[in-house]
């Protein structure tokens, strides 16, 4: 997921678009490890010292991992659980729409 | 004496310094507790961060890859043979025997990491007896029973059961009664869970609910409901208010005007 999520926001870096995480890792230091690793540049919302049972999470009833979300720019929720291309599209049709001016 | 003394490793001395020096009254007994519960977390850590590395400098070398294109078991397991797994049961046997030195809620801290951390079923189940015996009215219990599920394994359904139980009866702490209450209803919906069972687990998690107050215990167990009357297709997403991986506030409506991908998501 992540090289794919990647390639998303490289793609869409000069686009109204932004990829916020709420990121479930305990440690913040393995975290900066691996971001380093596998080029991670978009930013998250730390879920805090318990990871998967953290705050945001807990309250978002979040019980798989990943769980997405795609919001319009009106802040809408569009879509559910798309993942790797059915994300992009996602993510072009809403852009499409902003254009559009809809 | 002496040889009791050769018995106990550097670190295990070093952890029970401070122990040994003593800590009198009870502020500073339990200061003591919280900084040996803080080494015995940062060594595991450290030790878990080493495999980590460990592990990924064997699976990346070529005899690695060679060996796993060949789906050469034995070779695999001959190139991790020499890999250094933590020892958090080592560990959570040190933290046991610092938590016989004290008394109260340090010591009920101890036995916590322990519990939790030690992966092992008899410790849980020494730990879990020894709370029985004497500290049911301890407000360290609560993070205890915040790790709830790593307990119900080694106690088995009915041994998880009468602990909760118990907490429910003794303890002061509304929030340990609703961590208490909270386990037995995940514990009686689980797969396969009949209509009476969720029923009687949906009052238990209304207990629970209602004894947690402001905790997040409360929103945990609002998620679901939060999810169907909240985060559906065509409604505006909540916000969300934290702090990113650096410790920076922000918001999810700073991001108004864009589209966003929400993801869940970790490296773990």
């Known amino acids: 997921m992540i090289p794919h999520e990647r390639s998303l926001v490289e793609q869409m870096k000069d686009k109204p678009f932004a990829l916020i995480g709420i990121n479930s890792d305990k440690d913040k230091a393995y975290f900066h490890t691996k971001a380093k690793e596998m080029g991670v540049t978009w930013r998250s919302f730390w879920n805090g010292p318990r990871g998967t049972g953290g705050p945001i999470s807990s309250k978002w009833g979040v019980r798989g991992w990943p769980t997405i979300y795609v919001l319009d720019h009106k802040g809408v929720i569009r879509f559910k659980g798309v993942r790797g291309e059915k994300m992009t599209e996602a993510v072009e049709q809403l852009l499409g729409e902003m254009e559009d001016g809809k | 004496?002496?040889?009791?003394?050769?018995?106990?490793?550097?670190?295990?001395?070093?952890?029970?310094?401070?122990?040994?020096l003593g800590a009198q009254d009870g502020a500073k007994q339990q200061s003591a507790a919280q900084a040996l519960y803080d080494k015995l977390s940062a060594e595991l850590s450290k030790q878990t961060s080493a495999y980590r590395e460990a592990s990924k400098k064997i699976t990346s070398s070529e005899a690695y890859k060679k060996a796993r294109a060949d789906k050469d078991r034995e070779k695999l397991t001959e190139l991790r043979s020499s890999l250094k797994r933590?020892?958090?049961?080592?560990?959570a046997k040190k933290a046991m025997a610092a938590a016989a030195t004290f008394e109260g809620d340090g010591a009920v801290k101890l036995l916590g990491w322990a519990a939790i951390n030690g992966g092992d079923a008899n410790i849980v189940k020494t730990v879990v007896a020894q709370l029985q015996e004497k500290h049911m009215g301890s407000a360290a219990m609560i993070d205890i029973l915040e790790n709830g599920r790593v307990l119900s394994r080694p106690l088995g359904a009915e041994g998880?059961?009468?602990?909760?139980?118990?907490?429910?009866e003794e303890s002061p702490h509304d929030l340990a009664k609703a961590w208490a209450f909270y386990w037995k209803s995940?514990?009686?919906t689980g797969r396969g869970a009949n209509d009476d069972q969720k029923a009687k687990g949906a009052e238990l998690a209304a207990q629970a609910e209602k004894l947690a107050g402001n905790h997040w215990l409360a929103d945990k167990i609002r998620g679901p409901k939060f999810v169907a009357e909240k985060l559906q297709i065509g409604?505006?997403?909540?916000?969300?208010?934290g702090e990113d991986i650096d410790g920076v506030k922000f918001e999810l409506e700073d991001y108004r005007g864009k589209v966003v991908v929400l993801d869940f998501w970790g490296f773990w």
């Not at chain 2, 933590?86 to 560990?91: E, R």
């Not at chain 2, 998880?160 to 429910?168: G, M, W």
């Not at chain 2, 409604?235 to 208010?241: E, G, K, M, W």
Request: aromatic share 2%.
């Open chain 2, 186 to 188: 995940v514990a009686l």
């Open chain 2, 160 to 168: 998880a059961d009468a602990f909760l139980s118990q907490v429910i």
């Open chain 2, 86 to 91: 933590p020892d958090s049961k080592g560990l």
């Open chain 2, 1 to 20: 004496m002496l040889i009791g003394m050769r018995l106990i490793t550097t670190c295990t001395a070093a952890l029970l310094l401070p122990v040994l």
């Open chain 2, 235 to 241: 409604l505006v997403a909540p916000n969300i208010v």
